[in-house]
Every structure is written in C-alpha cells, then in structure tokens.
C-alpha cells in the first residue's frame, strides 16, 4: 500500500512495488526489425497518417525511429507540456500518441472531438500505478486546506480531483504562483519532484510517496565518481531522480529543458540523468558534444530498466501501424471524468502560455 509523508511529520512509506512488478512484467520490448522491413513499414504508416487525417506526437524516450517518423509526417516530437499542447491546438482528426497512457488521456481529455490511439495501451508509468484514484481522494478528503496539484503522470481520475495539473517544466512556477498567493499544497505523486519543489521553493507541500523506477535508480555516489573522470562535463537532470542526484547537477529540467540547456551549454561533455531515448535528440540538436549516461547501479543493478523506461519502450513500429490500421488503442475517458480534468490541465496550459518558465541551473 502506498504512504504518504508530510515535510513536517515525515510517516514515510514504501512505494507500492509488488504492483509495479506486475505490471513490468507485462512490458515487452518489440522485436529489432531489418532495414527492409522497417522502410515499408514506414512508408505505409505514413500513407495511413495521410488518408486518415491522423497525426504522430512522440515523446523523446521513444524509440529513435518513431521521432523521425513524427517529425518526417508532420507529427510531433516533446515533452509531456509540449505534446499536450500539440494535441490541442492541431486540426488532425486522429491523434497516435507514442509514449505512456496518461499522455494518450492528457490528448484526449483536452481534444474530446478527436479519436485519440496509442499503438499499445499496456504502456503506462510507475507513478501512475502508485497513485489509485480512490486513496489519492481520502488523502484530499483528509487535508481540504489545501490546493491540490498533481503531476501529468497520473491517471484522469487523480486529475479531475486535482486543481492544478503540473508537468515537470512547469511543477516549480505554478507551485511559486500558488505560494505568492499563500496557498499550501498537497502533492502526487513523484516525491523526488515533490521534494525538489519544495527545497527550490520553500513552499509548504504535503507529499504524497511514489517514485519514477527509472530515474530513481540513477546513483549519486557513481554520479560523483563519474565527475572525477569527466571534471569539465556538464551534468543535466531530470527532476524525478533523487535528491542527492539533483543537488550535484547543473541543471535540472524537464525533457526539453534539457535538450535546450545542452544546445546551449559551452561544455563539450555532457552526462544526462534520464531515460536513454532523449540522446537521439540531444545528438541531433549538438552532434559535437558528447553525451553520457548518468550511472545507474551499475553491475550490481537491481532494476530493470537502468536508464529504460520499459513501457516507453513498448511503441513500436509494428504496433503503431496496427491501431492505425485496425483504428484499435482508442483512448476513452467517460465525459463527466473529462470534463473535470480538463479544468486543472487547461488551468496548467493557460498559465504556460501567460508565462515565460524558468530553468534551475547553468551548464
Ligand atoms: P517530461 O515532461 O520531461 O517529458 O517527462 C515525462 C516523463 O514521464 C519523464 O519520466
Ligand atoms: Fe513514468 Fe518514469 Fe516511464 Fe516517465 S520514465 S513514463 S515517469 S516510469
């Protein structure tokens, strides 16, 4: 079962991973398709993207091949912000999401006029798994004093609970608007992003425990091994690696905000704390840096998924064209749900488009 800690009265619990296991265990990762293969499957999908007025929004741990493919049909390649934010304001009648369920509903519940299809529906995100709908509501019902804001990574039942839904580009600007008007908080469910937040802000947050399983395996220890052999690298982060990873980067930001503070940083050596998939992208956008991967536990690695996260992994190529083709992977979200967690989400995107978001950190 899940537990909650407070930043005053810490009752920490251990996140609910027996559940999570159940659920990896399900990931497969496709199979590796030859040159030829993977040409027509391209082509084909491509044509299907066209006939059915549909569009490709990618996230950038995907498989390399499905990026290109979406930037190549005029789809979309992002972060989680970005492609809720490409979803809406597209004139596609389909939206193909590659990435996690909870983008798939983030797509849908902000474009209910769309079909929105996933090439596979068993993709989904430890963090979404760790926080039940039904506990997350007692635990709201338990503190009404404050205003609840929830990461994108949850399922649309813990957003229509919620006042504010944050991504990770946007989680420390909303909750220092929130603290500007003298709110206090109650956050879910990343607690390594809920604590950053908090020690950044000095809001006062209520946090609830769960935990990315990819990025929570990057170690400080190896990270701060690694800084002695690279001393002239800079080290990028993602918000939902643990504290002590957090404190020894440079910068900490969101998927895109890491991409753009490699574009700009004047280090030739870059060490990148989050899942492999976004080196794609950094070796496109700075092909003369070179980019290295933040330790993980190394031989004695006891995830799964060092650096990998296992349900990203599940797009492929294959299953893409199969719900194209079959229309199949529709994302449906009841109407009444919808509508009530399009309120916090568009809350999130209306703030994001009245403010410029600000990046921790110097590389
Ligand atoms: P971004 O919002 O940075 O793309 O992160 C999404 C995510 O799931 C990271 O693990
Ligand atoms: Fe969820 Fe982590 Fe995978 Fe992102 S990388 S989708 S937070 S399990």
Known sequence: MNQIKSNENSTALSADSVLVREYL???????????????TY?????????????????????????QDLAEESGGFVGDSLEMARFGQDCDAEVLVVAGVKFMGESAKILSPEKTVLMPTLEATCSLDIACPADKFAAFCDQHPDRTV??????????????????????????VEHLMEQGKK???????HLGSYIQKTTGADMLLWDAACIVHEEFKARGLADMRKLYPDAAILAHPESPSAV?????????????????????KS????????????????????KTFIIAPTAGNDATCRSCA???????????????????????????????AQAMI????????????????????
């Open 42 to 66: 391209k082509a084909n999908i491509k044509q299907l993207l066209l006939e059915k007025n549909a569009r490709l929004v990618a996230h950038y741990y995907t498989d390399a091949v499905l």
């Open 149 to 174: 804001v929830v990461y994108a990574n949850t399922s649309a039942a813990v957003k229509a609970r919620a006042d504010w839904v944050v991504t990770s580009s946007i989680a420390l600007d909303v």
């Open 344 to 363: 916090p989400l568009q809350r999130m995107l209306d703030f994001a488009a009245n403010n410029q978001l600000k990046v921790r950190g110097k590389a």
């Open 308 to 338: 990998q996260c296992p349900w990203m992994g599940m797009n492929s190529l294959q299953s893409l064209y199969a719900s194209l083709q079959e229309t199949s992977n529709e994302i449906h979200v009841e109407p009444e749900l919808a």
């Open 269 to 288: 050596e870059i060490i990148v704390a989050t899942d492999q998939g976004i080196f794609h992208r950094l070796q496109q956008v700075a092909p003369e």
């Open 185 to 191: 908080v109650l956050w879910a469910p990343d607690k």
């Open 25 to 39: 265990d399900r990931a497969v990762r496709p199979n590796v398709l030859d040159e030829e293969t993977e040409k």
């Open 246 to 266: 957090l404190e020894i980067a440079d910068v900490v930001g969101s998927t895109t905000q890491i991409i753009n503070a490699a574009k700009q940083s004047t």
